[in-house]
């Protein structure tokens, strides 16, 4: 009885397929018997509800059931598995049940009429002008929940996304593979179990690929392409990113199947990163967060910026762009500190528009999603939040030139749809951490690649190298052109093995001119055959690095990733007048070469090689400088619920001691202003001085006798107070803010570690010597 295969009675019964088992879950393809023509609908009762709860116990009352199915057949001897093959609207993921098929475009015209067209009808007059375009917000095939168990052939319970015609066009896909002419439907079952070692196996993966080829091409043509043609012929634009999160992009389920072909339409790239995925230190492995698997910290750290990044840097449509939906679901204890790290990881791997998550018209405190940056006045950061938009603005704007890296990666789709495979951050955390930077780069795009004076250019983009994870198969296409390349003498790297045949089955192009590297010895092999663009001269496996090149010069970005202080310099950059611009500040000062890096955890350092020599004061140096401790005379509190400018009695600190230790301070939310004094005589007074700040939590404005001397949201809390002293006692006052984490104590806020309040390093002035 084949009944309890169907989940409605509107599902249809696609085939019946016994097939010979060799293991569990383990399929002979070459013995399947076909059962489809014999599958009879018995109409001996009346309705379709049950007459019996699942022990077979009646139920009172209930009528007697409908037509049902019924196979008949002789069952041979051995072992054998019964697949019957089922069309239905049921199943899937119960978040998007009831979602559109966007492998449909009938589909996804519906979404167009029901949405995107009244919206036009009301406000055409403003599309393309005030009305820029549309955002399509993380659209999936969502046939499971999650990502973990999407990938293709790996969960047999998976429901897969299918439309009428698609076993004829998986034909169709099937032509120069080893199953072209082979009947489709009885391997179908294939797609969720293994097939018998040899024959067996290379079939049912072919058979992924190709399934997993064609839908992740007809979701990109009939889901995100349509969109894009009805905005384009609108006159707006079409953006948004799909769900990467811990591997989706290149499986069902949260995915679309290819994280390049599903944004391959849009005018921009996109991702976003949301609930502590992204965290400084947890770049390892899994780490415990919100989401119940754990999050793959290594995934985030070295893919999925590059991804966005890449894909902006491959696709012409993107014109180098590339958007992220930034900060949100972090809790209350994110602060602009935390953001600005968010952001450095973003804008070094080439993301360069930001849509900042989020402003909350809802009363305060809504619990959707904190921090809102505002927070109808409560959040004691929103005060410094624009200077963090600015800096943002700033270098985002700086460094959307074109990309220089010395790698490129691929993408591992094809390689996990058809078999043994290497995530893509296995190579991409190597190169990461030894400075060599990559972009990630999918087989689509190879294919159509050109070797140019030695080098493969893509889309404009030169790589020195190519860098394959270790894959079982990859597309014949793609091996050819591997091949090719290597005779001309283009570095390939096969990490871990050559591939031991091609996606499609066929034979393996010669690869003999490839190089074959173990994953630990990656960076050390490249470094010998002298790819990498730059040497440093001690390790620093946490600086990461941006090349932009600017019609006018080039750009370098150094971002200090890791919670300790880096010291290292940079040789190899191009060679001229170097410059070094603080975004945050907006101000130049003159550098020396090669580039020192001296940067405190989550420090970062920007140098400019210009074309034309520019005029740039040489930096003040305090190497040997005269240093005076301050301590607090006073301090005060402003309560985030009183406003951020009523600041109470003053209170007086044992040194620079936490304010969570004050009696009733536990919980504090607001700003503290600490008091500070310092005599100095006229010579003194009159040498460059700076005020520098240590152990602060979290933004620092300074004023010195009255004179606003700047705001830090990060280290290094560094300020130049040259002027603003004078003989006699100087007051310097120094204004904290803290997050709203532990005033709201939000479920999110238990996964970030919550430091002391306040400043609790300490202050010294630092006088240069005459």
Known sequence: MLKYALRSPADTILGVYLCRKTAFEVLDPTDVRDLTDRVEWVDDYNTGKPTCDWTGKPIPGAPAQGPRPIVRFDLPEGDWSLNILTVSYKGGEKQTEGYLNPLDPKATQILLDTVYQPIYEHFGAEFGKTLRGFFSDEPRFGNIHGAEGASIGRNSDMVLPWRDDLDALLAEQLKGTVLEGRELRPLLPLLFVNGTEGEGDTAAHVLRCAYMDLVSRLYSENFDGVLARWCHDHGCEHIGHTIEDNNAHARLGYGAGHFFRAMAHQDMAGIDVVIQQLTPGQDKGLFKGMHSPGWDGEFFTYVLGKLGGSLAHLNPAAKGRCMCELFGAYSWAEGNRLGKWLADYMLVRGVNYFVPHAFDPAPFPDADCPPHFYAHGHNPQYPEFGLLMGYMNRMAALLAGKHVAPAAVLYHAEAEWSGDYMFTQKPAAQLARHCIDYDIVPADYLTGADLVEGQLRVNGEDFRTLVIPYAQALPAALLHKIAAWTAAGLPVWF?????????????????????????????????????????????????????????????????????????????????????????????????????????????????????????????????????????????????????STQYGAPVALDGWQPVDTLPGMAAFAGRIRYRLTVTLDEAQAAVPARLVLTGVQEGAAVTVNGQDCGTRIGAPYVYPVTGALHPGENEIQLEVNTTLGRRMNDFLTQFLPMEPLGITGGAVLELAQP
Do not use: W
């Open 495 to 643: 990490l871990d093995g050559l591939p031991v045949r091609t996606c499609e089955g066929t034979p393996l192009p010669d690869l003999s001119g490839a190089n074959v590297v173990a994953l630990a010895d990656l960076a050390d092999a490249l470094a010998e055959a002298g790819i990498p663009e730059l040497r440093l001269t001690a390790p620093a496996p946490y600086l990461r690095y941006y090349h932009a090149r600017q019609a006018d010069g080039d750009v370098y970005f150094f971002v200090n990733e890791g919670t300790t202080p880096m010291h290292t310099a940079v040789e190899g950059a191009r060679p001229g007048q170097a410059v070094v611009y603080d975004a945050f500040t907006n101000t130049l000062a003159a550098e020396e070469r090669p580039f020192t890096l001296d940067l405190p955890a989550f420090g970062v350092k920007c140098v400019l090689v210009p074309d034309l020599p520019v005029d740039a004061p040489a930096a003040l140096s305090f190497i040997g400088a005269r240093q005076l401790a301050l301590f607090p005379a006073e301090v005060r509190f402003a309560d985030a619920e009183t406003g």
